[in-house]
C-alpha cells in the first residue's frame, strides 16, 4: 500500500504552505514543518491559530493554496481524505466520526471492507478488529454498537480504523477532551506503543501539561504561522505558553480564600426520571454566596440534567430547591431568571444564543421588556445598541460592530457574548456548565478572571465542567457527580489533585452519606 | 357483521390484499432507501404517476409491454436522480423540491395524454395491454394459498422480493454498507473516502426505480391504462409505511402490507351495505392512527433511537 515511501527523510512534512480561504481568511502562513518517522508531534496553539487547518492539508480535507506536502519523502497532491488514507495517512478528528448505529468492527471496516464481490463479510470485519485491538492494545467490543460504548471505546475505534487503513502517520486532534484521567493514560501508553512500532503521530492540543506528557517535541503556532518548534525535554507550559499568545501568560488562578455568606442554593433530596438520558437520585447540597463550587463527573452522569433543572428548563420530579428563598422547583425560566439565576449552557450554539441575530439582540433577550431598554412595550433601538456597545468593550468581545451576527463571531468571542449577558444581569446564582470548552487560552482566562470577580461580588457559583483542571483551578469546593448521583463533596480542594477526583468519578472510591451531608441545614 | 368475517376470511380477499399492497410495497421500500440515504424522497408519489403514465403511452404506441414497463421505471429512475441533483448540486430543500416534482408529473401526465390523445381523463382508448401473471407449477392444487397465489401479477411477485432485496443489500453488500453509513453520518462516510455523492445519487435511482415498479403496475397490473392522478396519495401513504416500520426492511414491509390490506377491505366492504364514503376513508384514517401510535411509541422510546436502527 505504502511502497512509494521513502525510508530516510520525515514521514510528513510541509514546505512554504499558505492556505487561503475563499473568504480570505489567510489560515495558515508560509508553515515550514518536517515530522520525522517514530515521532510523537505534539502542535499546539490557540483557537484559530491554524492547526486543525494544517492538519486537513496533510488528511487531503483541505488543499494549499500554494507550497507543497510532502508525504513519505515525497510531494504528494491530496485530492481528498482517500487519497490521504492510501497514503498512509489516519485521523482522528475531534467531532468523532463514527457511524452511531454501526458496530465497532463495522466503523473499524467501513470503506474498506472484507468480503468478495461487492459484499460485505462480517464475521472478517469481527476477526480483523479483534486482531488489531489485540496487537494494539486498544481495548475494543468489535460487536458492541457504537452509540453503546463509552467515548473512550470510540476513539480507540477512530485510531483502529487508521490502523486496519495501515497508517503510518497518525493525526489525533484534542484527543483527550473527552477523556477522563484514567482514560487519557490508557491513550496515551496505547499511543506511545504505536510510536515505538514506527507510527509517527501528530497530536493537536491546547492543554499543555498532556503535551509535555506525551510528545517528543512540540511546534507551536501562532496566527497561522509556527513560532518554533522545540524538544518537549527543554520546554515548560510557561514557556509554550508564552510562545502561544506571544507574551507571558500566568495560567494560574489569582484566588483569594472565598468569603462566604449565607447560603444562596439549597438542593435537598432532589430526583429526577430522565425520559432521555441520566436520571438524578437524590441530590443534596448548598452553594453559598460568595464561593464557587465545581461539579465534577465523567460526561453524562447528571451533570447537565442537574444544570437544566437548576435553571428551569426541566422540571425535577421530587425534592426542594431554593435560591434565596425562593422555591424554584415549581417556576418555568422566567420565574428563575426572576428569582435572580443565570445560566451559561454547555452547548452554547443552540441553548446560549440565536446564532443569526446581532450580537446586540443577544445581549438583550432577556431583558428587552422593560426600561432602560423598553417603555411601554416598545424597545429602543439606541438603548439597545448603548447597552450593546458598553458590554463589548467590558467584555472585550472581538467585533467590529454591535451588529453582526453571533454567527460570524470565533468559539471564544461567541462565548463571551454569553457570559457578558449573564453575568451583567448580576445573578445570585450562576450556572456555569463548560463555560470554556473550545475557547482559546486567552479567553480562557479572560473567563476564569470574570468567574472569581463574580464570586467575589457575592454571588454563588455552580461550576460544571469536564475539565479537572479548570475545576480544581477555580473550585472552592467540589462535588462528584456518578450515575447521577452525589459520590464525593471535597470542602476543601487546597492540595487536591486529578488523580484523586479521578478515582470517585470512576466509581474507584465514594464518600459516605453522612460526609456529604454534614452541615447541611433544614430548610423549610 | 358476519358477512364481515366472511370476506375477510375468504382466499380472494387474501388475493386481493397481495394485490393492493404491491405499490404499497414497492413505493414504501424505494422511500426507505432513499431515506437511509438521507434524502427524503417525498416525490414517490410524483414518480409512481410519472412511471404509470409513460408505461401505458410507451406500450400503447410501441406494442411491446415490456419497453412500456421498462420506460416507466426509466422516467421514475430519472426523476430520483433529478431530486438528488436538486438536493446535491443546487442544495434545494428535499421536501420543498419533492413537492415541485409531484406537481409536476400530476401536471405532465395529464398534459402528454390530453396532447397525445386528446382525452383529458387517460389512455382507455389506447390498447396498451397489461404486464404477464406468473403461476408456479403445481401450486393451484394447494388449497387456499393456490388460489391466493395462482394469478397474481408478475410485478406483485417482485414486489414480495422486493423486501429481501433491500435488507440483504441494506446488510450485506458494500453498497448498502455505505448507503447506511452516508445517510446517518455523511462526515464520518466522507472522511474514509466513501464517495457520498455517487452513493446517495445511486441511492435515489434505486428508490425512484422501486416507485416506478410501483407505477408501472397501477397502470399495466391492476388495469391496462392510465387514469389522470390514478396514484391517489399512494406514494404518501408509502411514505407513512417508511417511518411506521421504523426505517427496517422488514418492519416498512409489514407496515406497507397493513396499508394495503386496509385499502382491500375498504374495497371489499363496498360491495356490502356499507356507506362508500366512509369505506373509502379506511386507508387514510389508518395512516394516521398509525403515525399517531408511531409518535407515540418514538416518544416513550427516547428521540432517535427508533431512526438510528439496524440488524
Known sequence: MNESWHTAGPAVAARAVTKTYGNGVRAVRGVDLEVPPGEIRAVVGENGAGKSTLMKLFYGLEQPSSGEILIGGRPRVLRGPSSAIALGVGMVHQNLMLVPSFTVAQNVVLGVEPGRRGLVDPRAAVETTARLAEESGLAVDPRARVDEVSVGMRQRTEILKALHRQAKVLILDEPTAVLTPQETEDLFAAVRRLRDGGMTVLFISHKLREVREISDTVSVMRAGALVGTVATADATEHSLAAMMVGRDLILDVDRTPAQTSEVTLSVRDLAYTAPVGQSLHGLDFDVAAGEIVGVAGIEGNGQSELAEILAGLRRPTAGTIRVGGTDTAGLDVAGHRRAGIGYVPEDRLHNGAALDESIADNLVVDRHDRPPLARRGILHPKAVRAHAERLISDYAIRTPDPSVPVRALSGGNLQKVVVARELSAGPRLLIASQITRGVDIGAMRFMYERLVAARDAGAAVLLISADLTELLALSDRLLVLRDGRLVARFDDTTGLTEKRVGLYMLGVEQHDREHLTTGLGEIS | ?311
Not at chain 2, 187 to 196: L, N, W
Not at chain 2, 257 to 271: C, I, N, R, S, Y
Request: charged residues 10%.
Open chain 2, 1 to 311: 357483521m358476519s358477512s364481515v368475517l366472511d370476506v375477510v376470511l375468504s382466499s380472494a380477499f387474501l388475493a386481493a390484499v397481495l394485490r393492493v399492497a404491491t405499490p404499497y410495497l414497492l413505493a414504501a421500500l424505494g422511500g426507505l432507501v432513499a431515506e437511509r440515504a438521507g434524502i427524503s424522497n417525498i416525490a414517490l408519489e410524483g414518480q409512481m404517476l410519472a412511471a404509470a403514465c409513460t408505461g401505458a403511452l410507451v406500450a400503447g404506441y410501441s406494442h411491446s409491454v415490456a419497453l412500456g414497463a421498462l420506460s416507466g421505471i426509466t422516467v421514475a429512475m430519472l426523476l430520483g436522480l433529478l431530486l438528488a441533483a436538486l438536493r446535491l448540486e443546487l442544495g434545494a430543500d428535499a421536501i420543498i423540491a419533492g413537492i415541485g416534482l409531484n406537481l409536476l408529473a400530476s401536471g405532465a401526465t395529464a398534459y402528454a395524454v390530453y396532447t397525445l390523445l386528446d382525452d383529458k381523463g387517460g389512455t382507455t382508448g389506447l390498447r396498451s395491454g397489461t404486464l404477464p401473471t406468473v403461476t408456479l407449477p403445481g401450486i393451484e392444487s394447494i388449497p387456499v394459498l393456490g388460489d391466493v397465489l395462482s394469478g397474481q401479477n408478475m410485478i406483485t411477485w417482485l414486489a414480495f422480493l422486493a423486501a429481501p432485496f433491500v435488507a440483504w443489500l441494506f446488510f450485506r453488500t458494500r453498497f448498502g454498507f455505505h448507503l447506511r453509513a452516508v445517510g446517518e453520518m455523511p462526515d464520518a462516510a466522507a472522511s474514509v473516502g466513501i464517495a457520498a455523492r455517487r452513493v446517495q445519487y445511486a441511492g435515489l435511482a434505486l428508490s425512484g426505480a422501486l416507485a416506478g415498479l410501483a407505477g408501472v403496475f397501477l397502470s399495466m397490473g391492476y388495469v391496462s391504462f392510465f387514469v389522470r392522478d390514478m396514484t391517489a396519495g399512494r406514494g404518501f401513504i408509502a411514505l407513512a409505511a417508511v417511518f411506521l416500520g421504523g426505517l427496517r426492511p422488514w418492519g416498512v414491509f409489514l407496515a406497507a402490507l397493513g396499508f394495503g390490506a386496509a385499502e382491500a377491505l375498504a374495497v371489499q366492504l363496498g360491495t356490502l351495505d356499507v356507506p362508500p364514503q366512509l369505506v373509502s376513508t379506511i386507508p387514510y384514517a389508518m395512516t394516521l392512527v398509525a403515525l399517531a401510535l408511531y409518535a407515540w411509541r418514538r416518544k416513550r422510546r427516547g428521540a432517535g433511537e427508533v431512526a438510528a436502527v439496524s440488524l
